[in-house]
């Protein structure tokens, strides 16, 4: 099982996904500010991974608070939660963890004015979230297996495998694992997904770990592969899905759903319901993190592009809901209208 993120007597344990595939590093995180630095710094990435390492981060800094009194705790902790919500603004996944910790601490406090029981209590939550999103990621698995037919290749975009979660499955990869535990032959094209590079980087070498075929294409290959016939399905993860459908994923998923579409080939989406976004009415409320230009210039030290080039660097878009073909998600599959169908998952 790769352990993308853990909690010990120590601090938080992370794998450091920027230096993949050529060095397996482990950080040890002592405080709440190195815990949202590393989620800033994408030393941890992917939505369902970035909400564990919130909720982590933000048991760690509870109980390292110095307050004498659950009162000041509160004061402390909520703090913390701005610091840890101002990481990654696009994965929604950050914020529903940080207000599952919030009612965490609401329902402690209410039931105890022990300082350290109450630290206790949000620890035990930050650990019953990363269980929970294994769990997750392994019922998604199976949904999204049935989907897929024996003998295809799955193209995807971005990493959304374990990596992206808190170890294990994962989403999009986890709907190819969880074909492969039915029994079925499935290969992968791997998009090398620029300009941070998580498909060659982290698919390539989660999907080698797996002995599971792939392949490793430029991005503007994808239209190509898809022509010649040799792509059967898309699966992407997300990193918010709004109640009307339309997804916010990695920068350059949306050209790969038109492609799908171009091509007659189904589109999938696959995300844990706590990715899902009842509060966003559609892909217009979803706010796109711009990251540094460094990425878009500089391949680690090596610089490609010229000095003082204007550069746009957007580390997300959205896929309107009518090129998908359906969300797959731990509750079960939704299908168009997703307005509808998203909803009734809420009440499996």
Excluded at 267 to 289: K, M, Q, R, W
């Amino acid at each position: 099982m790769i352990k993308t993120v853990e909690w010990t007597e120590e601090g938080v344990r992370m794998l450091d996904q920027r230096l993949l595939p050529t060095e397996e590093k482990y950080l040890m995180l002592r405080s709440y500010e190195e815990v949202a630095e590393a989620i800033k710094q994408m030393v941890v990435r992917g939505a369902p991974a970035i909400g564990v390492s919130a909720a982590m981060g933000l048991a760690l800094g509870a109980s390292q608070s110095v307050g004498t009194s659950v009162a000041d705790l509160e004061f402390d902790f909520d703090y913390m939660c701005e610091v840890m919500g101002a990481t990654r603004p696009t994965a929604v996944n950050l914020f529903w963890a940080i207000e599952r910790m919030r009612d965490a601490l609401r329902r402690a406090k209410a039931s105890s004015e022990d300082v350290v029981e109450v630290k206790n209590l949000l620890v035990a939550e930050a650990q019953k979230i990363f269980e929970d999103d294994i769990k997750a990621n392994r019922s998604l698995g199976r949904f999204g297996g049935e989907l897929i037919a024996d003998g295809s290749t799955v193209l995807t975009h971005c990493n959304a495998g374990a990596l992206a979660t808190a170890g294990d499955y994962g989403t999009a990869l986890g709907v190819v694992r969880g074909a492969r535990d039915a029994g079925k032959r499935i290969a992968v094209i791997a998009d090398e997904t620029r300009p941070f590079l998580q498909g060659a980087r982290l698919t390539a070498w989660e999907l080698q770990q797996d002995e599971i075929p792939v392949t490793l294409i430029t991005d503007n290959m994808a239209g190509h592969v898809m022509k010649q016939g040799k792509v059967d399905a898309v699966v992407v993860g997300a990193d918010r899905i709004a109640a009307n459908g339309d997804t916010a994923n990695k920068i350059g998923t949306y050209m790969v759903a038109v492609l799908a579409q171009r091509h007659d080939i189904p589109f999938y989406v696959a995300a844990p319901i706590s990715t899902v976004d009842l509060n966003c009415p559609s892909g217009e409320e979803i706010p796109i993190e711009e990251r540094d230009t460094r990425e878009i210039t500089h391949v680690r030290e090596q610089q490609l592009a010229p000095d003082g080039i204007e550069v746009h660097n957007p580390a997300f878009d959205v896929t309107p809901h009518d090129l998908i073909a359906a969300i797959i998600t731990d509750k079960g599959v939704a299908r168009p209208p997703y307005s509808e169908s998203l909803r009734r998952l809420f009440e499996v």
